[in-house]
């Protein structure tokens, strides 16, 4: 296995959870060329484990809520690459923790388990990485320039480059034939926190201004109008459980779907490039106050 | 801008440990929702006090006026540690009285007539000063040639929950 | 170190979740669990006076954030509590699709409803963390 962490288990001495955090960062250490940081001795003498924290990923291991693992990291300055709480792993496997601090059987197995499969999705990533890089997948900018306009106190950004958009507040960002899409700022003040986000079917055919799914909020109920022809190829998955990157961040993470475009020469007459939308925007803006 | 697109905001305590606390922040909602909601934007003070990029831009730019429920003056010391001056700064035990204000902190669920009426009472307070502080910053403007006036748009709550 | 557990809520002034996030945690401290927890004014903590250090430094917390930027969590924490449970008020708020609770000066009765639903969650919570010690 090529893979390996620097782990920084919590040292919870007085309860279970700690006592398996530790089971799980001795089997991480055993099975891979992980290394270990004591929490105690990092502590007081951070000297001896500062190398391995640059050198390798790391991975907090905390036992329970408190997070003792984690603050220690914060406190450090260290960049946490994955961290898990063994109480809120026990309760995903539906594993009731007891009071014991002898770790049984059961105890054991649920450590091994975690650390296998924490050294697994390692193992993924790294065989998917592969892939991609074969297939060539789209790549996106992490982060992009934006132009502002503010209102009161609420500000509007929008991306200067490489997105175009449409008059319902839908931008697309096309990549060879492949288009990213999502809604703009306008969209996400409007709708304030947004709870909900049904996707469309992934495999579905949707024509330009055809709709891409349904945002809804505590407000309002917002149907996304498709700005390009095209086949849905994926949905971010991601807003299933957190529909708050779509305020968050609306063109980075808070992205809606993606779609193989069909007809783009076509669409783009009925496109607004950034100038075009800014325009647009503050009108909006202005004559409706969000 | 135009001076009728002014607005001053308000940063309210909504202090949970005494009844001060509950007085202000239901005055400050009343400016919002009746009394000055074409010009008033309520500043979330938990949100200012993490960070809030809007919520401290705003009360850089535009007058702020704080309400705090007690002499600890927690809103007032976040808006000047994070924005700058207030414009003014109420605070509500000097309106109805320190041993009232500290009295514990109320659910609305239980508000009575009594305590309706120093929610008037501070309102009252209030709308002084922002009417005050909006005559100050028009003569600003006035005073830069920013006299155009032009339609305004209705205030609003600073997270975005919107007009009433 | 008291013998509480402090109830923070952020109490946002702009949308109804940051009501009903104080009204929870008033139903808490107030009638629920009077003697195993309190609340701190989360405005107050981050003053830094002494006082206020000596109130949350080293003090078990839970928080309730109306919305997810999740101030009082933020502030509890950087203030020095060990925020042990981070709820947050608009996950109730997924669980009947459209629940309209009110706004941030008054709420529905489907507002009362879920606050009342909330506090039973964290009075829970705060009994579990009173037992551990």
């Known amino acids: 296995m ?21 089971e799980i960062a001795l089997h991480l250490i055993e099975k891979s060329e992980s290394e270990m940081i004591c929490p105690v001795l990092y502590r007081i003498a951070d000297a001896r484990y500062n190398k391995i924290a640059q050198e390798k990923p790391l991975l907090v291991i905390d036992g329970c809520q408190t997070r003792c693992a984690s603050k220690l990291a914060s406190e450090k300055g260290l960049k946490v690459t994955a961290k898990i709480t063994v109480t809120e792993e026990a309760k995903s496997r539906g594993f009731e923790l007891g009071d014991a601090l002898r770790l049984g059987e059961n105890e054991l197995k649920l450590a091994e388990r975690i650390a296998d499969e924490l050294l697994l999705e390692k193992k993924a990533e790294k065989s998917l990485g592969s892939e991609t890089a074969a297939e060539g997948e789209t790549v996106y900018p992490e982060t992009y320039d934006y132009e502002v306009y503010k209102k009161d106190k609420f500000i509007f950004r929008v991306p200067k480059e490489g997105f175009l958009f449409n008059e319902n507040d839908s931008w697309v960002y096309i990549v060879g034939n492949i288009a990213r899409i999502g809604v703009t700022d306008y969209v996400q003040q409007s709708l304030s926190d947004i709870m909900f986000f049904t996707p469309p079917v992934v495999g579905n055919e949707v024509e330009q201004f055809g709709e891409l799914g349904e945002i809804e909020s505590g407000k309002a109920v917002f149907e996304v109008v498709s700005p390009v022809t095209g086949r849905i190829t994926a949905v971010n998955e991601e807003l299933a459980v957190t529909p708050e990157l779509i305020n968050m961040n609306p063109y980075e993470k808070g992205w809606i779907v993606e779609m193989e475009l069909t007809d783009l020469e076509s669409d783009k007459e009925l496109l607004l490039e950034f100038e075009g939308y800014f325009t647009i925007l503050k009108r909006k803006v202005d004559e409706f106050h969000v | 801008m135009s001076i009728n697109m002014l607005k001053i905001g308000i940063v309210s305590c909504s202090g949970e440990d005494c009844l001060g606390g509950t007085i202000s922040r239901l005055a400050t909602r009343k400016m919002l929702d009746e009394v000055r909601s074409d010009a008033t934007v309520t500043i979330c003070l938990p949100l200012f006090l993490a960070g809030g990029v809007e919520e401290r831009g705003f009360a850089e730019q535009f007058p702020t006026i704080s309400v705090d429920g007690c002499s600890k003056a927690c809103a007032k010391r976040a808006t000047e540690k994070y924005s700058g001056q207030v414009s003014a700064a109420i605070d509500v035990s000097d309106l109805i ?28 307070e209030i709308t002084a000063k922002f009417d005050e502080a909006l005559k100050v910053a028009q003569r600003d403007q006035v005073a830069k040639g920013f006299a155009m006036v032009g339609s305004g748009s209705s205030g609003g709550c600073g997270c975005g929950c919107g007009p009433k | 170190m008291s013998d509480t557990i402090k109830v923070i809520p952020c109490s946002g002034m702009g949308k109804v979740y940051g009501l009903v996030a104080r009204e929870s945690a008033l139903k808490v401290i107030q009638e629920l669990c009077p003697q195993q927890s309190s609340t701190v004014c989360l405005a107050y903590i981050v003053t830094g006076d002494q006082e206020a250090k000596e109130l949350i430094e080293g003090e078990k917390c839970i928080t309730l954030d109306g919305c997810p930027k999740m101030c009082a969590a933020k502030n509890a924490e950087l203030a020095g509590g060990i925020v042990t449970e981070k709820v947050r008020v608009i996950d109730s708020f997924r ?26 969650e964290i009075a829970e919570k705060v009994k579990l963390l009173s037992r551990e010690g």
Do not use: Y
């Open chain 1, 2 to 22: 090529s893979k390996s962490f620097a782990v920084l288990p919590c040292n919870g001495l007085d309860k279970g959870a700690g006592c398996i955090a530790r």
């Open chain 2, 97 to 124: 009285g320190t041993e009232v204000a500290e009295a514990g902190a109320l659910s609305i669920r239980n508000l009575t007539d009594e305590h309706k009426a120093m929610v008037d009472k501070v309102v009252s």
């Open chain 3, 95 to 120: 669980k009947p699709k459209g629940a309209q609770a009110g706004t941030a000066t008054e709420l529905t009765d489907e507002g009362w409803l879920i606050v009342d639903e909330i506090a039973g």
